[in-house]
C-alpha cells in the first residue's frame, strides 16, 4: 500500500507576523512544518516501521516556492518522495482538498494522512473536504492508530470524550497532538534528504477554484493603557485595581 502525507508551511509559533497593505508580511519570519502535517508524517513511518505492508510514503505540499524547506524536512524525517504544487496565491481548502484527491488517485494511495486542523488557515475542513471528493471514509482528531492488513482501529476525540473506530481501507485520518511523538531529521538523514525525489507540478492542472476568497487580512493589537493607581492607601488602590480588572479588562468575575 502506499500512504500520503500532506505537508503545510506555517509561521513558527514564537515568530511575530506583521500586517502590511491588508496582507500578512511573512518576511523574515521562521517557517515550519505545521505540526499536525508533522503528527502524519511521523505516524506513516511509524506504521511501516511496525510491519505494516507499506510500499511508500509520499508528502504531498501545495504552496509558494519556500515550501519546500518543509517538503524538504519530511524528506529528512523519512518519506520517500514529494510531490509539491506550487502556488503563490491563497487556495481555500475546498481547492486543496482537489489537488490532493487528485495526486491521490494517480498515485494510487490506500492511505492519506491530513493535519485536524491547520494552524494558518485555522480550519479542520481539509480532511473532510478530501475524504468527501474521494468517497473514503474518515476518522478525524486520532490520537491512537493501528493498522492490520487493510484494517484501521484506533480512537480518536469527540466532543463528549473519545471514541474507539474500526474502518477498511482506503480512507482519510487526520491527526493531532497525542497521536505521537514526532522525530527529529538527523544529519545523515538530511543530506540523504538532498538526493530524494521531490517533483514539482503545476496548479492549473488541478482545475482547483477557491469557494472563499482572501479579500484582506489583520491582526489584532492589544495596546496598553499605562494607566496608573494612586498607592498612597493601599486598602484604595486594591479596590481600584480590583474594580479595573473586573469592568474593564473583563478578567474576574
Do not use: C
Amino acid at each position: 500500500m502506499k500512504i500520503l502525507t500532506l505537508i503545510r508551511q506555517v509561521p513558527d509559533a514564537e515568530a511575530r507576523v506583521k500586517a502590511a497593505g491588508g496582507q500578512m508580511d511573512l518576511g523574515g519570519t521562521t517557517m515550519v512544518i505545521d505540526g499536525m502535517d508533522e503528527y502524519g508524517v511521523e505516524e506513516a513511518l511509524q506504521l511501516r516501521e511496525g510491519g505494516a505492508d507499506v510500499e511508500e510514503i509520499i508528502g504531498l505540499a501545495v504552496g509558494p516556492a519556500q515550501t519546500e524547506d518543509a517538503v524538504r524536512t519530511a524528506l529528512a524525517m523519512g518519506i520517500d518522495r514529494a510531490i509539491h504544487v506550487e502556488t503563490s496565491g491563497y487556495l481555500d481548502p475546498i481547492a486543496v482538498s482537489k489537488v490532493v484527491a487528485t495526486v491521490a488517485q494517480e498515485e494510487g494511495v490506500s492511505l492519506i494522512f491530513a493535519g485536524g486542523q491547520q494552524a494558518d488557515w485555522d480550519s479542520q475542513a481539509l480532511g473532510a473536504a478530501t475524504a468527501e471528493r474521494l468517497s473514503w471514509p474518515q476518522a478525524t482528531w486520532t490520537n491512537d492508530l493501528a493498522l492490520s492488513g487493510g484494517t484501521l482501529t484506533g480512537r480518536h476525540d469527540v466532543d463528549s470524550g473519545s471514541e474507539n473506530f474500526q474502518l477498511d481501507l482506503p480512507a482519510v485520518v487526520t491527526t493531532q497532538q497525542g497521536l505521537n511523538e514526532p522525530r527529529y531529521p538527523t544529519l545523515p538523514n538530511i543530506m540523504k534528504a538532498k538526493k530524494k525525489e521531490l517533483r514539482k507540478d503545476d496548479l492549473s492542472r488541478f482545475g482547483a477554484q477557491n469557494k472563499v476568497q482572501l479579500v484582506s487580512s489583520e491582526i489584532q493589537v492589544r495596546q496598553r493603557k499605562n494607566q496608573l493607581i494612586d498607592g498612597s492607601d493601599p486598602q484604595t488602590a486594591a479596590q481600584e485595581l480590583l474594580g479595573l480588572l473586573r469592568n474593564e479588562a473583563k478578567v474576574l468575575n
